[in-house]
């Protein structure tokens, strides 16, 4: 051994020292980051704030309330929350509605039009728990949030997010991991809290957070639970904690809290549709239709119109138009739309000892006609009024509103700022939009006297 390679060695084991040493004090946990070199932010976006976008899978948007969860109760007071709920995207599932909420698009309109479906020009099935499509930008239309402040040179990670394990239109998080529910809950609230320790050239400014355990409950033993009830408050513990130490880094965040979808309780065993109708020729997926044409979608069509009081049937192109779920042919002709908290699927299985899973809640019903679909929101932080609430609003309207307190500029989306505008501190100028004369902001109105007297106290406070 020469002495120089001896020298490197001792070099070496210094700089590990002060390497762990430094890593202990940081508390940063060593958990399967993946960081792709992206730069430091630019100047100008140096100084802008910061967006924790938090989703509690299946929180539905009375659990605070009903069962008691002290800390997104003091958030919804210190800021601002929809009391009635808000309104996920059709279908009221995971995949299409986080991949919404981070787009301001309909699934619909940015594809993933169900957490499984089948792309008949493709000719090939997308599963949300298969990483070949999940994590396969391809399959994804749309800016999400992640990729819209990349292109304008601002740093983001997300720790959990549908869509944020693919490169989507050439893009990636400055920060990421692969989807592993095993990973611990307190662990995911220190990497945040780390990344915002970065030093501010690589500190990202749009940070999304997951946690499934309120859809779990949810499924496993449905929404009136004592499991649902022990879920609520375990990750209303995590919101907790997460404020607290989000509190201690003394920077300018907006912290959001929000849910993809409610839960309502199961009736019934399988609706099975071939049962009415002759679907040997199509491609199915779940209870979604691939005809091989227009004469076989009418047919199906025919053969399910009044089957039975369980469910609506129509032609892609008549689904309701609150529903936006009628553009894109991934979506299947025709369409199938549940009257009820059912189960259903195109084919009934062919194995003799297929039973109903053993499953008590479920979700991806009608958000307009089923108020058990809801999901919540709570905003708070320097960027937010203080006690306000909003009415019941549609999700594709995060967008504009996150986008807006990042100051980043966004393209067409079906999104509306108009809609959380008046929430906002102090909406960015440059990009918020013009409000007609006589515009009165989404409050309810028995909230009139509270919120301007909130606004009141807010302009005093530092
Ligand atoms: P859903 O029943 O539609 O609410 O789907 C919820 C499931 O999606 C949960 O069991 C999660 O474990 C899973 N999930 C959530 N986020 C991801 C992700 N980023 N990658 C893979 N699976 C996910
Ligand atoms: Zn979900
Ligand atoms: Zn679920």
Not at 197 to 202: C, D, G, W, Y
Not at 270 to 279: C, G, Y
Request: overall charge negative; charged content about 20%; glycine content about 8%.
């Amino acid at each position: 051994m020469t002495r120089f390679g001896g020298i490197t060695r001792s070099l070496c084991a210094a700089f590990l020292l002060l390497f762990i040493l430094h890593g202990c004090e940081q508390k940063q946990p060593a958990l399967p980051v993946i960081a792709v070199e992206h730069g430091p932010n630019a100047v100008e976006q140096r100084q802008k704030p910061y967006v924790v976008l938090v989703s509690l899978d299946g929180f539905r948007y009375d659990y605070a309330q009903k069962y008691g969860a002290p800390n997104l109760l003091a958030i919804a007071s210190r800021g601002a929350s929809a009391p009635d709920g808000m309104i996920p995207a059709y279908p009221s599932v995971t995949f299409p509605n986080h991949y919404t909420i981070v787009t301001g698009l309909y699934p619909e309109h940015h594809g993933i039009v169900a957490n499984s479906f089948y792309d008949p020009g493709r000719q090939q099935v997308y599963n949300y728990s298969d990483p070949r499509t999940a994590a396969d930008g391809s399959w994804y239309g749309g800016t999400p949030l992640w990729v819209l402040a990349e292109n304008q040179g601002m740093r983001s990670a997300c720790f959990f997010w549908p869509g944020s394990e693919a490169e989507i239109a050439g893009q990636r998080p400055s920060y990421y991991l692969k989807y592993d529910a095993k990973l611990p809950d307190e662990d995911r609230i220190d990497q945040v809290v780390a990344w915002l320790r970065l030093p501010a050239a690589t500190r990202p400014h749009f940070i999304t957070l997951y946690y499934p355990d309120t859809d779990h409950a949810g499924h496993e033993f449905g929404p009136e639970s004592p499991e649902e009830f022990a879920a609520v408050h375990h990750v209303d513990e995590l919101m907790g904690h997460l404020e607290t130490k989000l509190n201690k880094l003394h920077l300018p965040i907006d912290l959001i809290i929000v849910a993809d979808h409610g839960m309502e309780t199961l009736q019934g065993g399988w609706i099975n549709l071939d049962r009415w109708a002759d679907l040997s020729d199509f491609v199915t997926d779940g209870a979604l239709m691939y005809p091989k044409n227009d004469a076989a979608a009418e047919k199906a069509y025919e053969q399910l119109k009044g089957a039975s009081d369980k469910f609506n049937v129509y032609r892609r192109r008549d689904v309701p138009a609150e529903l936006h779920y009628s553009s894109n042919p991934r979506i299947g002709d025709p369409v199938i739309v549940l009257n009820g908290p059912y189960w259903i699927r195109a084919k009934a299985s062919t194995n003799p000892n297929d039973k109903v899973p053993n499953m008590k809640g479920m979700h991806g019903y009608d958000p307009f006609r089923f108020k058990a679909m809801r999901a919540i929101f709570y905003a708070e932080g320097p960027g937010i009024r203080r006690g306000v609430t909003v009415e019941s609003f549609e999700n594709v309207n995060l967008y504009p509103f996150i986008a807006n307190i990042l100051g980043l500029s966004i393209g067409p989306a079906d999104g509306d700022l108009r809609v959380l505008q008046g929430i906002l501190q102090q909406p960015r100028p440059e990009h918020a939009l013009e409000l007609p004369p006589g515009y009165v902001p989404e409050f309810a109105p028995e909230n009139a006297a509270k919120n301007a007297a909130q606004l009141e106290l807010t302009r005093g406070a530092p």
